[in-house]
Structure formats: structure tokens, C-alpha cells
């Protein structure tokens, strides 16, 4: 890797540009773990130690732990930065101060204390208890907000529009409130998961590696993606990746669930392919969807699962969104399609990758290919440094975005924007999977129905429940869709 992010994106008038790298650079991310974590915790260490140091190039992890199951294939917490030594960026200056993360109540002296458990996350500005854990899917999830944390202090000074957490953040992933989880069962030894992937990309391959750090599951999953790995751009991003991967990025997913105990297959294609070569119609699988087209929204939307989880990422927000063919709620497309807004996110898109809204609209409408000309026009808008230009003709609309995607934008002075790659947004998505498929093995009740998360601010405590499109433009208005998946489902 050349750096973070910011190398990859043009000149920006000014020396803004430098100094967001600078920024990042000269701060050395210190973890400090205490030695009495137990090896699942200690996953989630890894975690954190995984997206901090894939935005941050100075980073020192102090003291050691083992680490239970996990994606990159180590056994103890000191052994993680070799191994995703290639997903890294290069140091442009010497750092000169240091931001101290804890793992533990017994670490004294930090700037950050990580805590909680299975399904509480604890960050806070004093020490914080690490809990016994059968799936640390809370400690995860605070890995998350302290990575942001960490990104929030050292950009916040150049105009990155924050809002700092207070002295603690205590949230859970049961129902999402501002408090510690509610009492909820005992998660069994044994989690059986049926699962269907659409989108093996930062958060599909994020959820995977996730339930890579969770001993016990079995059942089935199917892993879709019609996309290749792009060993440059894509490791920084993705959390689970030591930045070694080849081919196929459904089957590398599909490989990480098969290492979680999952029996996998993958299709390396379109969710609509997929959808038409299955036998019957209808999915009674969990269908996770973290596809980020249009066209592919719809064909997840036209899958007609029984219960679809969507994900979304922009810039530094997320949601994770649970949908049913059979209410009045929501459907995986209905957002898309009401007040135009299949018009706007094109036009958000044209506009992010400088060409015209009619050109990415045929993109998107026939799974085009950048041209000569697509990249010559994205050069010219500034969209893109022309020396890294030359190797995304023939590739997707989505390879030009992807630039843009997952990404903190700081104001500058100059008007014009830098960015940072935000491998935690992807890590906190991956996290919001996770725990709604742990809740449906354990059969307990999952999202209601809409978690909203901003990565530059901290969790509102809530959870909403959007309402199905009225329009009658969305697919899941048909009524012959809606006899036909009550027959399926009853
Ligand atoms: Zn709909």
C-alpha cells in the first residue's frame, strides 16, 4: 500500500491534502491489552487491531493474548500485523504522539477504555470491564466506535464535522438502546445458520469474517458476487482481508464460512442469476444483502425471501434493515424507489465519479463496462489521479465508486474534500449482521425493523420501523408478488 487513502485521490488545492495525512500519520495507535482476556475477547482485539491499522501506519499492540477462532489464521494477538502486513499503509511521517486504546478495566492509563461482552458494547474515557464471552459480538461492536474515536480526535481538529462521544458509550445489539444489553438467553454452544450472501464485498466479506470469530455454528450458506479481488484497493477496506486474496471474492467469503464450520457454496454472479437458477421460487434462507447497485437492490428485492437483511453503507453511516414479503413494512427496494430517488442516487453517483447522470444510468441499467472515454471524463472532473487510472477500463461503474465508498470526507479549505479510508463502518455492518443471524439461531426476536448507525457521531439509541412504498412503483406492490409469496411462505 502507498498510504491511506488520501494517496489515492488528486491533488487537492492547498496543502490540505497533507495535512489530513499528516493527521493520520503522525499519531501512533497504542493497544494495550490486559493479559487476562479470554481467547474469544481476544478475537475482537484482533478486530480492532485490524481496522486501526489499516487506516493508521504507526501502530504497537502491548501485551499478548490468544486469539480463539478468527479470519487471518493467527493464534496470538501479536501476530496479526505481520500477517495483514500487505492491507497496510505506508508511514509519510514519523509519528510524534500516541493514542492509547485499552482492552479491560485493569490497563491504567489510556485515552480510550474498550469493554462489554456478547452483546454490550463499553467504550469509555476510563476503564472499562471485559465480560466472559461466548461470541463478543459487543466487544466487536465497541472495536468499532473506538477505531472512530481514534479517527474522530485526529481529524476532528481539520474541520471533520464530529461529534465526539461523551465519557462512556454503553449500547447494545439487542435492542439497540443506549444501555447495557437486556438479559436475554444463554447462546447456545451449537448456532445453526442458513444463510444467503448477495454481496461478498467490504461488508459481506466483513459479516464472514465475523462469524469466522464464533466457535459452534453450523448449517448451510451460499455466497453471491460477481467480482474479483482487487489486491490494492480493496484490503484497506475490508477488515476480515491480510490483503493475500485472489479471484473470486464470493468464493474467498464462501472459504471464510466454510472455515466458521458453515458447509458453503458460492456463485460468482449477479443475485438475479442466482435467484433463477434455484428450483422453486423463494428463499427460506436468511438472505443478507449488502449489494450496493440499484440493479441489484431490486433483483434482492425480487429473491422474495422470508426474511431479508439489507445493509447500507454511505460515507460513514450504516443502517442494517430487516424486511418481509408479507407487511406493511418496508421491502429491501422501497427506499429507492419513492420520491424519485433512483433518479438522486444516480445523480449522487454521477457526481461522485465526474460523468454524466444518462452515462452512469447506462451503467448501472446494463451492467456496463468503463470505457477510454468513462475514465478520460472522471480525470478530467477530478474525480480520479490519472496515474491509477489506466487499469479500470473494462471494470464496473462500482470499481469507480468504491473510491468514494466507505470513506470520511473532511472539508477543506480549499472547498474540495480529502478522504480517508473508514475500514470500521465496514466492521460495524459486519457486526450488525452477525448479531441479528446469532438472535435467529437462538430464536430470539431480531431488529425491529430499521438500526441506523453515523460513525461520526455516536448511536442514537433507537430503531425505526419505515414504511412499505405506497407509490405502487415498488416491486413488492405487485400483487400477484404478494399472492405468490403467500403461497410460498403461507
Ligand atoms: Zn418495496
Same mark, same amino acid.
Given at each position: 500500500m502507498t498510504g491511506v487513502d488520501v494517496a489515492h485521490l488528486p491533488p487537492i488545492a492547498g496543502t490540505s491534502d497533507e495535512s489530513v495525512r499528516r493527521a493520520i500519520d503522525t499519531r501512533? +495507535?497504542? /493497544?494495550? /491489552?490486559?493479559?487476562?482476556?479470554?481467547?474469544?475477547?481476544?478475537? %475482537?482485539?484482533? %478486530?480492532?487491531?485490524?481496522?486501526?491499522?489499516? @487506516?493508521?501506519?504507526?501502530?504497537?499492540?502491548?501485551?499478548?493474548?490468544?486469539?480463539?477462532?478468527?479470519?487471518?489464521?493467527?493464534?496470538?494477538?501479536?501476530?496479526?500485523?505481520?500477517?495483514?502486513?500487505?492491507?497496510?499503509?505506508?508511514? @509519510?511521517?514519523?509519528?510524534?504522539?500516541?493514542?492509547? +486504546? %485499552?482492552?479491560?478495566?485493569? +490497563?491504567?492509563?489510556?485515552?480510550?477504555?474498550?469493554?462489554?461482552?456478547?452483546? @454490550?458494547?463499553?467504550?469509555?474515557?476510563?476503564?472499562?470491564?471485559?465480560?466472559?464471552?461466548? @461470541?463478543?459480538l459487543g466487544l466487536h461492536a465497541g472495536a468499532a466506535f473506538a477505531a472512530a474515536e481514534a479517527v474522530k480526535t485526529a481529524l476532528g481538529?481539520?474541520?471533520?464535522?464530529? /461529534?465526539?462521544? %461523551?465519557?462512556?458509550?454503553?449500547?447494545?445489539?439487542i435492542d439497540y438502546h443506549l444501555t447495557p444489553a437486556p438479559p436475554v438467553a444463554a447462546i447456545p454452544e451449537r448456532l445453526a445458520i442458513d444463510l444467503v450472501l448477495f454481496g461478498a464485498g467490504s461488508v459481506g466479506s466483513t459479516i464472514a469474517g465475523i462469524l469466522a470469530c464464533i466457535s459452534g455454528l453450523c448449517g448451510n450458506a451460499v455466497v453471491v458476487d460477481p467480482d474479483i479481488f482487487d489486491a490494492t484497493r480493496n484490503p484497506p477496506r475490508y477488515p476480515a482481508s491480510t490483503g493475500n486474496e485472489v479471484g473470486s471474492k464470493a468464493a474467498w467469503v464462501a472459504q471464510l464460512l466454510a472455515g466458521a464450520g458453515l458447509s458453503s457454496e458460492h456463485h460468482a454472479g449477479q443475485a438475479g442469476d442466482w435467484v433463477r437458477r434455484q428450483e422453486h421460487p423463494g428463499v427460506a434462507a436468511i438472505v443478507v444483502s449488502s449489494v450496493d447497485t440499484l440493479d441489484g437492490r431490486l433483483q434482492v428485492a425480487d429473491a422474495v425471501a422470508r426474511t431479508t437483511l439489507t445493509l447500507g453503507v454511505g460515507g460513514m453511516a450504516l443502517h442494517l434493515q430487516r424486511s418481509h414479503h408479507d407487511d406493511e413494512l418496508a421491502c429491501p427496494f422501497c427506499e429507492y424507489v419513492s420520491a424519485a430517488p433512483a433518479l438522486t442516487q444516480t445523480a449522487a453517483r454521477a457526481a461522485a465519479v465526474g460523468l454524466t447522470i444518462e452515462r452512469v444510468g447506462d451503467l448501472e441499467l446494463n451492467h456496463g463496462l468503463l470505457t477510454d472515454g468513462d475514465i478520460h471524463a472522471a480525470v478530467a472532473a477530478g474525480r480520479l489521479d490519472p496515474a491509477r487510472a489506466a487499469d479500470l477500463v473494462g471494470r464496473r461503474l462500482e470499481d469507480l465508486l468504491r473510491r468514494a465508498y466507505a470513506e470520511a470526507s473532511v472539508p477543506t479549505v480549499g472547498g474540495g474534500e480529502t478522504r480517508v479510508g473508514a475500514p470500521y463502518v465496514s466492521l460495524m455492518a459486519g457486526v450488525l449482521a452477525a448479531a441479528e443471524l446469532v438472535k435467529s439461531a437462538m430464536g430470539i426476536p431480531l431488529v425491529d425493523r430499521r438500526v441506523d448507525i453515523d460513525l461520526t457521531g455516536v448511536p442514537l439509541g433507537v430503531v425505526s420501523r419505515p414504511p412499505r412504498d405506497v407509490s405502487g412503483r415498488c416491486t413488492c406492490s405487485s400483487g400477484l408478488r404478494r399472492r405468490w409469496a403467500a403461497r410460498l411462505y403461507g
Open positions: 501512533k +495507535i497504542v /493497544v494495550c /491489552v490486559e493479559d487476562c482476556l479470554d481467547p474469544v475477547a481476544g478475537s %475482537a482485539a484482533a %478486530a480492532l487491531v485490524s481496522v486501526l491499522a489499516r @487506516t493508521f501506519p504507526h501502530i504497537d499492540v502491548r501485551g499478548d493474548v490468544a486469539v480463539g477462532a478468527n479470519p487471518w489464521g493467527v493464534s496470538m494477538l501479536s501476530e496479526v500485523l505481520a500477517v495483514i502486513e500487505r492491507a497496510r499503509p505506508a508511514a @509519510t511521517a514519523d509519528a510524534d504522539h500516541e493514542y492509547v +486504546i %485499552a482492552v479491560g478495566a485493569s +490497563i491504567g492509563a489510556a485515552d480510550l477504555w474498550l469493554g462489554g461482552g456478547d452483546w @454490550t458494547a463499553l467504550v469509555g474515557r476510563g476503564p472499562q470491564p471485559v465480560q466472559r464471552c461466548r @461470541t463478543a481538529p481539520l474541520g471533520m464535522l464530529v /461529534v465526539p462521544m %461523551a465519557d462512556l458509550l454503553s449500547w447494545n445489539l
